[in-house]
């Protein structure tokens, strides 16, 4: 897993794309939650990546892609894996609550056996970053210091769908409307302070690929 030596640049985007990055609180404690992108396309790459996530304690993972799943390929070689296939599509628009049940109750059902999880999509840029960032929530995290705590992670990340993830949460948790106001208001207050250019970002890693 990532740690702060021998990280790639912030613009480095190719390099970022299925580096396993360890999303840790201001004081350095891990929250059991990896970000990254998807398995290599090449199964002998993919299975390499696998096995050091495997080694690095993790014990399931969260595939928030709806193109294609690897569950097939990880029962094959790691059955004691839990795997959630959450797909939905990166389109932009809301995503529905079902999506941010699935994906985070599996995951805390993971982390609750003391192993960390893995919450993925194609680039980790931004479904995977948001269900974490949901997890995150759910896990009793401060708005400010999730997004943060994720960002730090992992540089690339958009989080766009973190609105949809606050929603969410707010329903799960009962909150008011004034709660759940304060919050947006929050994450609006964080991508003014960081926002970075998604479509950029993502042209990036996809021609990182190419070669």
């Given at each position: ?5 021998g990280l ?6 190719g ?12 004081d ?6 990896v970000v990254?992108?998807?398995?290599h ?5 993919a299975?390499?990546q ?11 993972i969260?595939?928030?892609r709806v ?9 094959v070689?790691?059955?004691?894996v839990?795997?959630v296939?959450?797909?939905?599509d990166d ?6 609550d079902?999506?941010?049940?699935q994906?985070?109750d599996?995951a805390?059902?993971?982390?609750g056996q003391?192993?960390?999880v893995?919450v993925?999509?194609h680039?980790?840029i931004n479904?995977g ?12 995290w401060g708005?400010?210091?999730?997004l943060?705590a994720?960002r730090?992670?992992r ?7 973190a ?7 707010g329903?799960r948790a009962?909150?008011?409307l004034?709660q ?7 994450l609006?207050a964080?991508?003014?302070g960081?926002a ?5 970002v993502?042209r990036k890693?996809r021609?990182?690929?190419k070669?």
């Amino acid at each position: 897993m990532s740690s702060s030596a021998g990280l790639p640049a912030p613009d480095d985007y190719g390099a970022w794309h299925r580096l396993p990055c360890d999303v840790v609180d201001a004081d350095g404690n891990h929250s059991g939650v990896v970000v990254t992108g998807d398995l290599h396309q090449d199964p002998d790459l993919a299975l390499e990546q696998l096995t050091g996530w495997v080694l690095a304690g993790v014990g399931g993972i969260v595939d928030c892609r709806v193109e294609w799943t690897e569950e097939d390929f990880v029962a094959v070689h790691y059955p004691d894996v839990a795997y959630v296939h959450v797909g939905v599509d990166d389109h932009g628009g809301r995503q529905p609550d079902s999506w941010f049940d699935q994906g985070v109750d599996g995951a805390l059902a993971v982390l609750g056996q003391g192993d960390r999880v893995v919450v993925h999509c194609h680039m980790g840029i931004n479904r995977g970053p948001s269900m974490a960032f949901a997890l995150l929530l759910c896990l009793g995290w401060g708005v400010t210091d999730a997004l943060n705590a994720i960002r730090v992670a992992r540089p690339i990340v958009g989080l766009i769908y973190a609105d949809d993830a606050i929603s969410w949460f707010g329903r799960r948790a009962s909150w008011s409307l004034d709660q759940e106001a304060d919050a947006q208001a929050e994450l609006t207050a964080w991508l003014e302070g960081s926002a970075i250019d998604v479509d950029h970002v993502i042209r990036k890693v996809r021609d990182a690929d190419k070669n």
